[in-house]
């Protein structure tokens, strides 16, 4: 793993949180392909390497089992955000629509984001089962 010595720091990865203690270090050997499904999980889980698999051994029953209910939580915290923004704007159509009895054209376009977000959620509910 030569090549990846001082690569920890890619754009947009976290660094694992710090280690109380003194720091010791560990020689990974792996094959290509292998390297290659760690480095797709860092991508998507957007963690290092090095969490993913003192994660994996240490904490979880398999090594993407933790980094990725921790990116799943992610984004469904960031859809429950999404939805409380569009809830209010729900909100302020619905007063408009009931103090002007006409349904407006904004409050089309907020219910189809509505939809999209729902199955966004249903999609990322659906990956808590695999």
């Not at 094959?31 to 499904?37: D, G, T």
């Not at 963690?47 to 992610?74: M, Q």
């Not at 302020?92 to 629509?97: D, I, K, V």
């Amino acid at each position: 793993m030569g090549e990846e010595q001082g690569s920890g720091r890619r754009s947009g990865r976290r660094r694992r949180a710090n280690i109380e203690g003194p720091t010791l270090y560990v020689r990974v050997s792996m094959s290509e392909a292998e390297r290659a499904r760690l480095f797709a999980l860092e991508e998507r889980t957007r963690r290092s390497a090095s969490e993913i698999l003192v994660s994996g051994a240490l904490y979880a029953r398999n090594a993407e089992s933790l980094a990725e209910r921790r990116a799943l939580a992610s984004e469904l915290m960031a859809a429950r955000r999404y939805l409380a923004a569009l809830s209010n704007n729900v909100n302020q159509l619905a007063r408009r629509a009931n103090a002007t009895d006409e349904f407006p054209e904004e409050a089309r376009v907020a219910l189809a984001r509505v939809r999209v977000i729902a199955e966004r959620i249903n999609g990322l509910v659906e990956g808590l089962g695999r």
